[in-house]
């Protein structure tokens, strides 16, 4: 079967670190990717982790262990706009699942 | 460059009715993508087409069908639509040369009243 977890709400105050967790269990993983929607929009995306270790990009960086089917993303010095929902999504064979989210929340 | 194109961006239905989602990519991916998202809620998946020519049930397929017309164009459509098919649809594209990005349409917002 396919799963996924995420904490549904996240807030912090700008300039602050925040981590979003993220377990999943698929058939066939082969990679985990993250995506930014803001209110109203359309998710876009943000990162991608194929091997275990740390992507950074920017003020963002994803982690991944396969080994623990465990992932986070980071987001450092967080600004109003950062305010949004977040998906981790494992890939499994040529599906992208989608979980609930995590609503983050920036206050001034 | 206009990406993932959707049409329409609002639809309002009467229970019964039947509509088509269309939507086309000019990126020139292979794999195309059908979601819908609830208020508060993730993207579930619906179909989607690896390739052209091939189609897949995802998570939620039942009550909609879809056809991949060719390798730019995906269409979602209702048979006979349900208040329970209220929902936000995105269609979207996977670009599996560069971080299997999905590339997302703007959505239909759709009201099956």
């Known amino acids: 079967g396919q799963s996924l977890e995420q904490p549904s709400e996240v807030t912090a105050v700008e300039g602050a670190i925040v981590q979003i967790n993220c377990t999943y269990q698929?058939?066939?993983?082969?990679?985990l990717s993250w995506y930014q929607q803001h209110d109203g929009g359309a998710p876009t995306f943000l990162s991608y982790?194929?091997?275990?270790g740390l992507e950074e990009t920017g003020r963002f960086s994803s982690f991944l262990s396969r080994s623990d089917s465990y992932g986070y993303l980071l987001l450092q010095e967080l600004q109003m706009k950062d305010s949004a929902s977040y998906f981790c999504?494992?890939?499994?064979?040529?599906?992208?699942?989608f979980g609930t989210g995590t609503r983050l929340q920036v206050f001034p | 460059n206009a990406g993932v194109t959707q049409t329409p961006k609002f639809q309002v239905l009467k229970t019964g009715q039947s509509m088509t989602l269309q939507c086309a990519q000019d990126?020139?991916?292979?794999?195309m993508y059908w979601y819908r998202q609830d208020p508060g809620m993730g993207l579930r998946l619906i179909y989607y087409?690896?390739?052209?020519?091939?189609?897949d049930k995802g998570e939620v397929p039942n009550g909609y069908n879809v056809s991949r017309l060719n390798k730019r164009e995906f269409s979602l459509r209702l048979e006979s639509a349900a208040p329970s098919q209220t929902s936000v649809y995105f269609c979207?594209?996977?670009?599996?040369?560069?971080?299997?990005?999905?590339?997302f349409g703007a959505g239909t917002r759709l009201s099956v009243l």
């Open positions: 979207a594209s996977r670009d599996r040369k560069a971080k299997n990005i999905q590339y």
């Open positions: 698929t058939s066939g993983f082969y990679g």
């Open positions: 982790n194929a091997l275990d």
């Open positions: 999504a494992p890939w499994g064979t040529d599906k992208l699942i």
């Open positions: 990126m020139n991916h292979n794999s």
């Open positions: 087409s690896a390739s052209e020519g091939t189609t």
